[in-house]
């Protein structure tokens, strides 16, 4: 065994298991912050890391959080807080569920939530877009029919993963198919064959859930002026529009409709930015400490011997394809961000592929799958902290009722064991 490569990934190893293991000893995840958790591995990483000085193994990871795209993550969620906090104070949240509720029978709720996330995601390519645009209704949602706030959570970040994963604007998708040297619409179609059967059950199983909801209330009039921010909001992200632009015209909209309307006046604004700011930081904190200590780990050479492990033990097309998922899965879990895992390990996909005869399509949507499905079931991803942030629950509540990603592991698993080798057409 390479004994610095397990140091390097070591940091990993500590996390799970002080996580995992504090909250099997007090038998409750949502006392463990996992703040908490992350600092206290963050300071193991540092101690771990040789040849460098004290003030240079911070500098590393310094740098892992400073990334431009870590960076613009901190600044959508500071915007969404503030979106949020803006829109509840001046109706708009309220007034948007007031007209689903007026228009959509209770049972549907679940499943109306579900696609409309479905919906948004594709076309945007943007699953944190989708899940900031759409989390404050889902909130109001629980609130108005007594649902269960972990429930809808789940709901629309399993939505954002659903759009995400199949959308042609997804950075994931382009970085994948581009690695890959496959077509954008030959990847969407590998992908849609593994979706679609883990996408019918989990909106089944919306509908029954949906159907044991007691009576919801209908408003008799709902306020349909007050909705303006988010039919622009959505407008604009179906459109194409960059979220961050998006969300800081819906705060603009929030604040002249809010000062018209007599929602709120200037200082009451003032107070919502305030607030929106604050409760997205706990998750800025996360974020940075999240990527610092990926950074320190790639450093170390914990990535490098993470690959190295993994691709021992292939020996044909399909513990190839199983490799590619199990490697691609295992970074996301190491750098809660899948589109630096895809990055990392592109090439070593391509070769494997080439090596062992895995369709180069199926390589990308492997990639791009796996990685989606780790993504939404670790409590430290962007996405569940996302949805926690908004609902203030603990994010390994939210995890139990994640159906869908569960439902497209599986998929992907008999994908590989039972699925026929194919071969990309003009593919070399």
Partial sequence: MDKKGFIGISPMIFFIVLYLGSAIICGDFAKVPLVSAFFITSVYAVAITRGLSLPNR???????????????????????GIFASCAEAMGSVQATVDIILHVLPGKFLYIGLFTAGCVLSMATGSGIGSIVALMPIAIEMAQVSGGNYALFSAIVVSSAMFGDNLSFISDTTVIATTSQGCELKDK??????????????????????????????????????????YITLLTMAICGVDVLITLLTGIALCA???????SFNYFEFMTAIGDGILDMGFLVMLILMASGLAALIQHNGGMEWLVKVCTKFVTGRRS????????TGL???CTSTNTIAIITVGDIV?????????????AASLMDTSSCIVLELIPYSSHILAAAAFTGIATTSIIPYMYYPMLLGIAVIISIIFGRKTVAPGIQ
């Fill in 320 to 327: 190839a394809e199983a490799c590619i998922a199990v490697l």
């Fill in 188 to 229: 969407f179609r590998m992908n849609l064959k593994l979706v679609v059967i883990p996408a019918l059950i989990v909106v089944l199983l919306y509908f029954r859930l949906g159907s044991s909801m007691g009576d919801v209330p209908v408003p008799e009039h709902p306020e349909y002026w007050k909705i303006l921010p």
């Fill in 256 to 262: 002249v409709e809010g000062f018209i309307l007599g």
């Fill in 58 to 80: 911070v500098r590393v990871y310094g740098r892992g959080a400073g990334k431009t795209k870590v960076l613009f993550m901190i600044w959508l969620f500071i915007a969404a």
């Fill in 350 to 362: 391509r070769d494997l592929s080439k090596k062992y005869g895995v369709d180069p399509r199926k």
């Fill in 331 to 333: 970074l996301t879990l």
